[in-house]
T-cell receptor, first 114, second 114 residues
């Protein structure tokens, strides 16, 4: 069975520092992708960034970037220059298969300290 | 664009009551989804609809029914609510991106069943 693993239930970082959130995808597929979503305390789910296994470069979106390690099938989210508003739950998910469903990992609760 | 909208935002039901959660998207997406989110369980897929007129069960469909009324709207119905259905419900719609689909979420409905 394909499974997403996020090993860090909680992470803390000082404001303005960088933080890395882990995500590993247990799959036999050679071609795959991984999404990251942010869920602040207000509850909405916000799409952040996407990495495809065939992409030649690591994905970047503003302060968000992915440290993609193809052999390990991991796409760790790096948030640079953390801000207080980055405090949230962060979920990793692969694209779905039939019906394009998303199966999320258990998430990482990030807390940014002032 | 309003994106994905959900109504109501909050609801309290008594055991055995019925209700319908409404979801609409204005992004012309084909696929739509209903998830529930519970503490420690992450997001779990209830039902999804790959296109207008089709629906399929997800991981936790028992106790729920869905209707894909048209391309824009996808409703979730609880026929006889149970306390185990106390949760936060998210609707999402998706568009193709890379090897999969990026899902965009509504703000969520917080449901309490007494």
């Amino acid at each position: 069975a394909q499974k997403i693993t996020q090993t860090q239930p909680g992470m803390f970082v000082q404001e303005k520092e960088a933080v890395t959130l882990d995500c590993t995808y247990d799959t036999s597929d050679q071609s795959y992708g991984l999404f990251w979503y942010k869920q602040p305390s207000s509850g909405e789910m916000i799409f952040l960034i996407y990495q495809g296994s065939y992409d030649e470069q690591n994905a970047t979106e503003g302060r968000y970037s992915l440290n993609f390690q193809k052999a390990r099938k991991s796409a760790n989210l790096v948030i640079s220059a953390s801000q207080l508003g980055d405090s949230a739950m962060y979920f990793c998910a692969p694209p779905g298969t039939s019906g394009s469903r998303l199966t999320f990992g258990e998430g990482t609760q990030l807390t940014v300290n002032p | 664009n309003a994106g994905v909208t959900q109504t109501p935002k909050f609801q309290v039901l008594k055991t055995g009551q019925s209700m319908t959660l409404q979801c609409a998207q204005d992004m012309n997406h084909n696929s739509m989804y209903w998830y529930r989110q519970d503490p420690g369980m992450g997001l779990r897929l209830i039902y999804y609809s790959a296109s207008e007129g089709t629906t399929d069960k997800g991981e936790v469909p028992n106790g729920y029914n869905v209707s894909r009324l048209n391309k824009r709207e996808f409703s979730l119905r609880l026929e006889s609510a149970a306390p185990s259905q106390t949760s936060v419900y998210f609707c999402a719609s998706s568009e193709a991106r890379g090897l999969g689909e990026t899902q965009y979420f509504g703000p969520g409905t917080r449901l309490l069943v007494l």
